[in-house]
């Protein structure tokens, strides 16, 4: 299997001028939206240097959230899996990207439910793929897609995303192939068994969603010990604003579909 960070592309879509309704637990205040779409703008830009090839898609004003891709889908080179999100506000999200994922993916699965899933709690290892369970992602949608994967010829195993984090990933990131950057809450998770487990500094555990796109660690600007401790490390890293899409609980994988 490549390496699951070897990416070619990736599918963003613009952030609407609704995207500052986006969902936010904690009930805090709207994001900017010229800062949001500079945080975007920045976040496109990055990938293309990094060498993907990046389709935006159009902006989608009925959902807020939209910007969000990673969450209505899974992608492969293998082909992509059309998922089930579990807000009720973004369940409309996965038909409006259907046929951009047929145009790109030769195979294109998809979750008939009932059960949920989205993107975000599913992180990508190199000889598996996790799926945590999480109030977005629910059992009966996790077996489902782990099915869906299996068909994909990924295996995957399920875990649990801890209580008040949104998502696995808003939790954990993969630093390389055997090393993953996650909060002290998902320290002993049972499916990072072999692999080691690098915390988020005290006081920087919403840094836990890097993104690694090929030989760099994509990394919320704000986070100067998380980067300074990924750099002592030997990790090439870029530093991204994302002071905006935290307001709607949002971080760097969140921000596009990656193959
Ligand atoms: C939501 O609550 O669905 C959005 N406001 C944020 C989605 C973030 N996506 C992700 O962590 N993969």
């Known amino acids: 299997m490549t390496a699951p960070y070897a990416f070619t592309h990736a599918l963003c879509r613009a952030p609407a001028p609704s995207a500052i309704h986006g969902i936010r637990a904690d009930g805090g205040p709207d994001p900017d939206f010229a800062g949001l779409t500079a945080e975007h703008a920045a976040y496109v830009a990055a990938l293309r240097d990094l060498g993907l090839t990046v389709d935006v898609l159009e902006p989608l004003d009925a959902f807020p959230d ?13 082909g992509a899996i059309l998922l089930r999100p579990g807000a009720p506000t973004r369940a ?11 145009a790109r993916h ?8 009932p059960g949920h899933a989205d993107g975000g709690d599913v992180l990508r290892l190199a000889d598996r793929v996790v799926i945590g369970l999480s109030d977005r992602t629910d059992r009966t949608g996790a077996e489902e897609l782990a099915g869906l994967l299996g068909t994909l010829g990924h295996a995957a195993e399920i875990a649990q995303t801890p209580p008040g984090v949104l998502h696995f990933k808003t939790g954990c990131g993969l ?6 950057l996650a909060v002290p809450a998902l320290a002993d998770c049972p499916q990072f068994v072999g692999l080691e487990v690098v915390l988020t500094p005290l006081g920087e555990e919403a840094a836990a969603n890097i993104l690694r796109v090929r030989d760099t660690v994509l990394v919320g600007d704000r986070w100067l010990t998380t980067r300074a401790l990924l750099t002592a490390r030997g990790v090439a890293t870029r530093a991204l604003p994302t002071d905006q899409i935290a307001h709607i609980d949002a971080g760097l994988s969140c921000m596009s579909l990656r193959w």
């Open 92 to 102: 409309g999200e996965a038909q409006h990207i259907r046929a951009a994922l047929a």
């Open 66 to 78: 939209a910007l969000f891709t990673e969450d209505v889908a899974l992608t492969f080179p293998e």
């Open 175 to 180: 630093i390389d192939d055997t090393t993953i």
């Open 106 to 113: 030769l195979r294109l699965l998809e979750m008939t439910g």
